[in-house]
């Protein structure tokens, strides 16, 4: 949920929020609160995190990271800050010189599973901040009506929404095919 701020806020100030179990992202400078999320959402994460990672290490590709991370992006044209924490990420081995102790740039592929308090901010607000920054691939996975939304910015064409009889596949990660049926089960 977006929190209106009469300015634009700070990491600095974001770092001085309580640890109160809630997760606070800023977005160009705005703030943006969401709870701990729900069941639904953890089973969904947990199941795309095992298939993803067990693949990525396999093959050898880069690290597979699930939140609480956090990610520093610029954004172009931004006037504020921008640090978030995707619920998975993707970062390629060639592209490792991002990660430190927390992630300094955008990573190759990021996922959000929505909840119903962070539905806007994932399908609008942190979609348009990930394209910006220059993430290559942003999954948006949907436990209630069980799609996922596949966006390859490189391409610029429409996202894919992909349903129980489709497979999620990404050419970031060559051979990668997951039965969305299996996300949801």
């Known amino acids: 949920m977006k929190i209106p701020s ?18 606070y992202e800023l977005i160009d400078g ?14 969904v994460l947990k199941r795309l995190f095992r298939s993803l990672d067990r693949f990525v290490e396999e093959q050898g590709l ?24 995707p619920d998975l ?10 990660v430190r102790e927390a992630v300094f740039g955008p990573p190759d592929l990021v996922v959000e599973v929505l909840s119903e308090s962070t539905a806007r901010a994932d399908l609008f607000e942190k979609r348009d901040a990930y394209r ?6 942003y999954w948006v996975a949907n436990p209630y009506d069980r799609t996922i939304i596949v966006h390859r910015f490189a391409g610029g064409g429409a996202p894919l929404v992909l349903s129980n009889v489709d497979r ?6 060559p051979g990668f095919e997951l039965p969305v049926s299996s996300i949801f089960a």
């Not at 009469?6 to 997760?23: E, H, M, Q, S, Y």
């Not at 990420?89 to 991002?98: G, H, T």
């Not at 999620?168 to 990660?173: A, D, M, Q, V």
Request: glycine share 6%; aromatic share 8%; no cysteine.
């Open 132 to 137: 910006s920054a220059g993430v290559a691939e």
């Open 62 to 85: 880069g690290v597979v990271y699930f939140a609480p991370l956090d990610v520093y992006l610029s954004l172009p044209g931004a006037t504020g800050q921008t640090r978030v924490e």
């Open 89 to 98: 990420l993707f970062v390629a081995k060639a592209s490792m010189d991002i």
């Open 168 to 173: 999620l596949t990404t050419p970031l990660l």
């Open 30 to 43: 705005e703030l943006f609160v969401s709870a701990a999320p729900f069941e639904p959402h953890q089973k």
């Open 6 to 23: 009469p300015t634009k806020l700070t990491i600095a100030d974001l770092d001085r929020f309580p640890d109160d179990g809630n997760r």
